[in-house]
């Protein structure tokens, strides 16, 4: 499984953008994608998961409201945009792949894409 991510960026606060994560295989469908996000001297942490079927998505409180997650099974890509970006969104962003387990921990996603600088300036 190999998962790309791209749309990282430089924006100012309350602009926007919208990352993708491109998939590889056949059963994109059947699994729970997840975007995460590293801030620099920061752990690792959940921003978003869609289930397969695209018909439930959770955030965490940071991002609720601001941030909303979508998929295209028939692109095997799964998207993340981002309005009212404030300077503390700054961060790696990385989607990933469930495998078992919480939607919102990192330890039950064992694919992970390469992430993708977004920097928001004040």
């Known amino acids: 499984v190999q998962l790309q991510a791209s749309g990282g960026g430089l924006v100012q606060a309350g602009n926007s953008l919208r990352l993708s994560c491109a998939a590889s295989?056949?059963?994109?469908?059947?699994?729970?994608m997840g975007w995460f996000r590293q801030a620099p001297g920061k752990e690792r942490e959940f921003v978003a998961a869609i289930l397969g079927s695209g018909d439930m998505s959770y955030y965490s409180a940071d991002v609720e409201g601001r941030f909303t997650i979508s998929r295209d099974n028939a692109q095997n890509t799964v998207f993340l945009q981002m309005n009212s970006l404030k300077p503390e969104d700054t961060a790696v962003y990385y989607c990933?792949?469930?495998?078992?387990?919480?939607?919102?921990?990192?330890?039950?996603?064992?694919?992970w894409g390469q992430g993708t600088q977004v920097t928001v300036s004040s």
């Open positions: 295989g056949r059963t994109f469908s059947t699994y729970v």
């Open positions: 990933a792949r469930r495998s078992s387990g919480s939607i919102y921990s990192i330890n039950s996603y064992a694919y």
